[in-house]
């Protein structure tokens, strides 16, 4: 898949306010689609024309997420490229916005899952409160956007801690 860098369109994606705050404290405002990122391989599929009726679906409390796409060749070689104008394809749907949320959503959980087992296992001695407190602070997550019970729950249960617990916490 090659980047045509000529036009550059705005995409908006619809995601959880910590979803939002997490990627503009990293990205900024607006974020460019890199070659090599997971979203410049999803979005460009998901692209449609907008409806001409159309009428956004209202979440509570959620805000845009401001992608910036260019227009796009997907695959190599006249028989099997693909011309994606972005001119005219640059709409995602509600539901397929949804799922790039979703996608969104559980690359946050990932980075915080393995955050909180790095500092977990690099500080003995250190509580998740800790931790916790740490990545807010590294990843410029205000607590205003996020609940600490909630990340605290999310650890919680994730799969990372309980195999922590197992291996280092009954060992050491």
């Not at 401001?66 to 070689?77: A, E, H, L, P, W």
């Not at 990340?151 to 050491?172: F, H, M, P, Q, Y």
Request: with cysteine; charged share 30%; aromatic share 12%.
């Amino acid at each position: 898949m090659s980047i045509l860098k000529k036009k550059k369109n705005i995409v908006k994606i619809k995601v959880h306010p910590v979803v939002y705050d997490f990627y503009t404290a990293q990205y900024g405002e607006t974020f460019d689609l890199k070659e090599d990122s997971v979203l410049s391989i999803i979005v460009p599929h998901v692209l449609t024309l907008k409806p001409k009726e159309y009428e956004p679906e209202r979440i509570a409390n959620y805000k845009q997420l401001n992608v910036i796409v260019c227009d796009m060749m997907i695959g190599s070689g006249s028989d099997c490229a693909q011309y994606i104008n972005t001119d005219h394809r640059h709409f995602v749907s509600d539901r397929n916005q949804y799922y790039i949320s979703r996608f969104l959503d559980s690359i946050l959980k990932n980075i915080f899952y393995n955050y909180m087992l790095a500092f977990m296992r690099s500080n003995k001695k250190a509580q998740q409160k800790d931790a916790i407190f740490d990545f807010m602070l590294v990843y410029k997550i205000e607590e205003c956007s996020i609940n600490f019970d909630m990340l605290k729950k999310s650890w919680d249960r994730s799969g990372e801690k309980k195999e922590w617990k197992a291996n280092c916490v009954n060992k050491c």
